[in-house]
Structure formats: C-alpha cells, structure tokens
C-alpha cells in the first residue's frame, strides 16, 4: 500500500468504527425503550399519575362552577394568557399586526392579527360549492397563527406535567408560575381576579415551605393539565356560557370547515396523546427514589 494511502484508510477505519458504536449505542437505548423494560412507574409516579387524572375532572368542573371559576381566576388568567401569547408571537412572525388582545378568565381570550388572510379568493375545488368570505381568504399563515395557540398551550402543558415528576423540576417550574400570575396585576380590573392572585401566590409560597417543596409537584401538575387542556374548558366554556369570545373550535370551523364539535374531538386527541407523551417521558427521565429526590430538593434552594 502507498504511504500517502495510509493516513485516509486510518481515518476512514476510525470514523466506520464511531459510526457502527454509536449507532449499537442508539439501537439498544431505542429498543430499551421500546421493550419498556425501564418505564415500569414506582409509588411516587404512579401517584402523579392518579394525581393528573383526578386533575382534569376537577378542572372540568371548577372552571364551570361559579363559585370555584372565581377562586381559580389566577390560574384561568396564566392559562389564557400563555394560549394568547401563543397566537401573538406566531402571527407576529408570519408578519401579521397585532390590533388587540383580549385576556379575560370567564370570557375567555382574543387574538386579533391583520395582514394574514389573502388578498384574492380562492378558487373552491368544487364549482358548485358555496364556500364562506373566510375560507375563500384563507391563508397558511392565518392557520398556522390559529393554530399556535392550542400547540403553545400543549408545549407548556407538557412541560409542566413533564416537571411534576421531580421535587427540583418543580420548583424551577414554580418560580415561572409565580412570576406568570403576577403578569395579570397589570390587566386586572375587578377586585375578584386580585383576590384569586393573591390566594394563588400565597398557596404557592406555602407549599414552597412544606416538606422541601414536595408538594409543589401538584401545584405545578394542577396547572400543567389546566393548560395541555385548554382546548376542553375552550370549547365547553362556549357551549355553557354563550361566552363573548368564541373557541379557536369554532373559528377553525368557520375558516376550514368541519363542524366545531369535530375540531374539537381532534384536538383533544391531540393533547390526549401529548399527555402520554409527557407522562412516559416523566417517567423515564426522572429514575429516581424518594430518597434521592428529597435529598436533591433540600439543596436547592432549601427552606429550612
């Protein structure tokens, strides 16, 4: 073999070597996870777990209650707030111009963006069909603005529920809930949202103090499923209520066609699988004991 041959065959031996170990590497974690032999959940999962679904129906029934929908306005106002701030930011980068933004916790919010829909109609597929003035003027931008408010209400969801797994996640996770209800003071008008604030700050700190923060996991839980399922307290809100501000179902419906109730169905299909998804991960990521869990949150940023 000729001597400047040498040094390519070294380097193409050296780099068929790493490329053969970490694809070994990523075929066993692959099938690691697809035998499941390391998502079995222990008793402190399995409890978050219970914990989230008994979640969803208590949301489902404070959010509609008059009573409870006030106390938790707090957490209504963080919800919607995150969902709006979701069509925001998309419309913004798809070059829309913001005109309002509505944040209200009982009638919901409202996004409104100029500048998406299309300047000439669309000619319908069908020449006897009868389409309305929005789905003649739709456009990718004006979905994807639509879109972003349940997808950003899901990553958030997913995140939070995803954290609820661990003490210290949680407590990452608080410190973002407690500055994110306190956004709301500067849009606030009735002394009802300020009373729910201030209950849901003070709930907040004092599960801080309690047992290292351990508690702090369903506080973060509770919230997480309020958001990953915004798409329901949506959708019910308006079929309850009559509300002012009609449900993204609705206005998919009006854009795209389907009927809102069919919207709907697919978007909760949606968040169902997220909340697996958020469940599995939690499940898999965080390996960890009792002991060593609370051993972690007693160093960061310790109480006592």
């Known amino acids: 073999m000729p001597p400047n041959s040498i040094l390519p065959n070294l380097l193409r031996n050296a780099i068929t070597t790493t490329t053969t170990t970490t694809n070994d590497t990523l075929a066993a974690s692959l099938h690691n996870l697809v035998s499941r032999a ?12 219970i914990a989230a679904c008994v979640m969803f129906l208590a949301i489902l029934i404070a959010w509609n209650l008059p009573v409870l929908r006030d106390f938790i306005a707090a957490l209504k106002l963080f919800t919607v707030g995150i969902h709006e701030l979701s069509h925001l930011t998309v419309g913004l980068l798809c070059g829309g111009q913001v005109v309002s933004i509505c944040i209200d916790p009982n009638d919901g919010g409202a996004t409104h963006v100029m500048g998406l829909m299309r300047t000439t109609p669309r000619i319908p597929r069908n020449p006897y069909a009868m389409p309305t003035f929005a789905q003649s003027f739709w456009s990718p931008s004006a979905v994807a603005t639509l879109m972003a408010g349940y997808v950003g209400s899901s990553i958030v969801g997913f995140l939070f529920i995803f954290c609820a797994f661990d003490i210290v996640a949680s407590k990452i996770c608080a410190l973002v809930i407690h500055f994110g209800l306190l956004v709301p003071v500067l849009r606030a008008d009735h002394w009802i949202a300020y009373a ?16 290292h923060g351990n508690a702090l996991r369903f506080y973060v839980l509770f919230l997480g499923v309020m958001n990953l399922f915004y798409v329901v307290w949506d959708y019910v809100d308006e079929r309850l209520f009559d509300k002012r501000n009609t449900s993204d179902c609705a206005q998919f419906s009006e854009l795209l066609g389907w009927p809102t109730s069919s919207w709907a169905i697919a978007w909760f299909v949606y968040d169902s699988l997220v909340f ?10 965080f390996r960890r004991t009792d002991a060593q869990m609370y051993s972690e949150a007693s160093h960061f940023l310790p109480t006592r």
């Open 276 to 285: 697996t998804s958020a469940i599995f991960a939690g499940i898999c990521v």
């Open 196 to 211: 729910s604030i201030i209950a849901c700050e003070g709930i907040l700190i004092g599960l801080w103090f309690g047992d």
């Open 38 to 49: 390391n998502t079995t959940p222990n008793t402190f999962q399995t409890n978050t777990v």
